[in-house]
């Protein structure tokens, strides 16, 4: 059994409600839900945390790291393309990490086709909406 963080950053809380064009209708609540019933099925255990505050999801990775967690499944929103201090954070941690992404930021503006978080990643899955986060928990679960 592996124990697997979900990490979700800035502005995921409004999922929903938030350009339901680019990133759906789902809520993160549900999302949450469906990523929890895949690893119970997979025979893992996830946990879920949402900051809008870059230092505490600094802090969680730190204590999923503490607690011997295996995985990390991160969509850190824009964080990705400005924080060094998470990508350290990251790294320190040594959790298998993959970095998701709701829309394909590559298809869009240009400031969204730099991540700081790719280049320290195990894997990186963009544009597939929620179902990203259940290929990165299926990928992590094959993983040793
Ligand atoms: C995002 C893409 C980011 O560029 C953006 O800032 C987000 C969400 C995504 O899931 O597509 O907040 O990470």
Redesign the pocket.
């Known amino acids: 059994m592996k124990k697997i963080g979900f990490l979700n950053g800035?502005?995921?809380d409004r999922l929903g409600k938030r350009e339901p064009k680019i990133?759906g209708t789902t809520t993160l609540g549900e999302i949450e839900q469906f990523v929890s019933e895949e690893a119970k099925n997979l025979g893992h255990s996830s946990s879920a945390f949402q900051s809008n505050h870059e230092g505490a999801l600094i802090d969680k990775i730190h204590e999923w790291a503490d607690q011997g967690f295996f995985g990390l499944i991160l969509?850190?929103?824009?964080f990705?393309?400005t924080s060094v201090a998470l990508r350290d954070a990251v790294v320190a941690s040594g959790l298998k990490t993959v970095e998701v992404?709701?829309?394909n930021?590559h298809a869009r503006e240009d400031f969204?086709h730099k991540s700081l978080i790719s280049g320290i990643a195990s894997a990186v899955i963009a544009g597939m909406g929620y179902t990203g986060y259940i290929a990165a928990l299926r990928f992590l679960s094959e993983e040793s």
Not at 75 to 78: E, H, K, V
């Open positions: 800035p502005n995921l990133y969509n850190p929103g824009g990705t393309h992404h709701l829309s930021v969204r």
